[in-house]
């Protein structure tokens, strides 16, 4: 049984930075990928940052340069690091396993996930 899951969300001014981390259990990185799904008020989830079994990494353009996925393959724990955070990062960010790129109908696994808030 898969689980997932994640913790570092809060609150954090425009500018400042937040990680997460998602502890993991259950799975095994044999196919698929794992990453972060982030989901906004009154918008459709979407994919965040992602780490495909090879290792190679996805970002969201949205993201790129602000925030770094990495896993602790000991720990089975995946992280996020934000920085630069914007009021447009606010959402609820989800912890997600076996999962095709950023496309959210190819996850297979996915956390409970916790709040970012960033106020504007």
């Known amino acids: 049984q898969v689980q997932l899951v994640e913790s570092g969300g809060g609150s954090v001014q425009a500018g400042g930075s937040l990680r997460l981390s998602c502890a993991a259990s259950?799975?095994?990185?044999?196919?698929?990928?794992i990453g972060w799904f982030r989901q906004a008020p009154g918008k459709e989830r979407e994919g965040v940052a992602v780490?495909?079994?090879?290792?190679?990494?996805s970002y969201a353009d949205s993201v790129k340069g602000r925030f770094t996925i990495s896993n602790d393959n000991a720990k089975n724990t995946l992280y996020l690091q934000m920085n630069s955070l914007k009021p447009e990062d606010t959402a609820v960010y989800y912890c997600?396993?076996?999962?095709?790129?950023?496309?959210?109908?190819?996850?297979?696994?996915w956390g409970q996930g916790t709040q970012v808030t960033v106020p504007s």
């Open positions: 997600a396993a076996d999962c095709e790129g950023l496309v959210v109908a190819g996850v297979n696994y």
């Open positions: 259950g799975y095994t990185y044999s196919s698929g990928c």
């Open positions: 780490i495909e079994s090879d290792g190679s990494t």
